[in-house]
């Protein structure tokens, strides 16, 4: 026997003569309680029979609560499944929408450049002098003038008594 072993557990080293000697281990009062239970269980006929009924109840409740558990496991599969097939149908169609906009967006962009060179052009368009150098302001706004122009109407000037827009066609005095 090993003098520095604890008292708990076995020793199994060989003494001088060969034998083998074993420790006394400590069993704790719980293990003994259900060794006594399991020792009158296997005395009583009809304890053993309500255990055993007792045991196949639980194991067909665990057989049945596996069988659930798969098949809502499956349900929940299809579930998240379908969830994601429409989520991803809501992104697909939000993509779309946001293309759209960026495309209506580049379109309205282009649009408004547009009208900015258009405005750029008619600002000076039959103005005199000192409204080109920046001394006075214009008496239309350039939309206006050109609305006045494509109508047919002068781009008239009744503060400086001149009128800017010239006709193509000869006048009488060049005849």
Known sequence: MNPDAPADT?????????????????????????????????????????HLRQLHDALAAVSAGQAKLASEREQFTRYVAETTAELEQQRAAVQKRRLDVEAAEEGLNERHHQISNLEAAWRNLG????????????????????????????????????????????????A
């Open 127 to 174: 103005e005199p002098d000192d409204v080109k150098s920046g001394f006075q302001s214009p008496e239309h706004s350039a939309i206006e003038k050109a609305r006045r122009a494509f109508e047919g109407r002068p781009i008239s000037s009744e503060r400086f008594g001149q009128t800017t827009l010239r006709r193509s066609e000869p006048g009488p005095e060049a």
């Open 10 to 50: 076995v020793d199994t080293a060989a003494d001088a003569g060969g034998a083998v000697e074993l420790a006394p281990r400590l069993i704790p009062p719980a293990a003994w309680e259900g060794m006594f239970l399991l020792g009158k269980i296997a005395t009583d006929p009809k304890a053993v029979r309500r």
